[in-house]
């Protein structure tokens, strides 16, 4: 059963930092390319970064692009978000999502979940 | 970048009846389309991708159609346990995926 779990949601002032973390379980975490999508509270969702399955390729939404790093330890089948200069705006429930399709051939698609860890940005 | 708009922003159905929801792409898409359904307190699940193909798992009763800027989910009899909110997604405009603003069926 895949299972993903995020952890290092906190309350965080304007301007602070923060790393998220996912750990992954129940597939081959190497073999796909991971996602963060976030959901203000009471909003919709969007789309905030993705990793290929070997690190290589990194994409990020304009809104965080320059303030939020993507990273993976495959070895410990673990991904990672360093969230920095914080805004207001930032605060979310933020999820890890896993690529519907493997390889190289990641599709952008995300068919599994976690259940989300809470930033808020507050002074 | 893409804007997907959803409409009707709710809809009030009973069980049993059909449900119809849109999705409009602002430039066409091809059928690089998703979408997801997402219950109070719970993560989005994943219905169907590439506009018309059920994920793993989906009921029959759910179906996708659509292409270019039209897209269309059905719940061809709606069950107690559809009543959520849905989203769209694009994946065309790649690295900028995103996301529709959602419609919520509720009980009517």
């Known amino acids: 059963e895949v299972q993903l779990v995020e952890s290092g949601g906190v309350v965080v002032q304007p301007g602070g930092s923060l790393r998220l973390s996912c750990a992954a379980s129940g597939f081959t975490f190497d073999d796909y390319t991971m996602h963060w999508v976030r959901q203000a509270p009471g909003k919709g969702l969007e789309w905030v970064s993705l990793i290929s399955w070997d690190g290589v390729s990194i994409l990020y939404a304009d809104s965080v692009k320059g303030r939020f790093t993507i990273s993976r330890d495959n070895s410990k089948n673990s991904l990672f978000l360093q969230m920095n200069s914080l805004r207001t705006e930032d605060t979310a429930l933020y999820y890890c999502a896993k690529d519907r399709r493997a390889g190289g051939k990641a599709d952008f698609y995300f068919d599994h979940w976690g259940q989300g860890t809470l930033v808020t940005v507050s002074s | 970048e893409i804007v997907l708009t959803q409409s009707p922003a709710t809809l009030s159905l009973s069980p049993g009846e059909r449900a119809t929801l849109s999705c409009r792409a602002s430039h066409s898409i091809s059928s690089y389309l998703a979408w997801y359904q997402q219950k109070p307190g719970q993560a989005p699940r994943l219905l169907i991708y590439?506009?018309?193909n059920r994920a793993t798992g989906i009921p029959a009763r759910f179906s996708g159609s659509g292409s270019g800027t039209d897209f269309t989910l059905t719940i061809s009899s709606l069950e107690p346990e559809d009543f959520a909110v849905y989203y769209c997604q694009q994946s065309s405009n790649w690295p900028q995926l995103t996301f529709g603003g959602g419609t919520k069926v509720e009980i009517k």
């Open positions: 590439d506009a018309s």
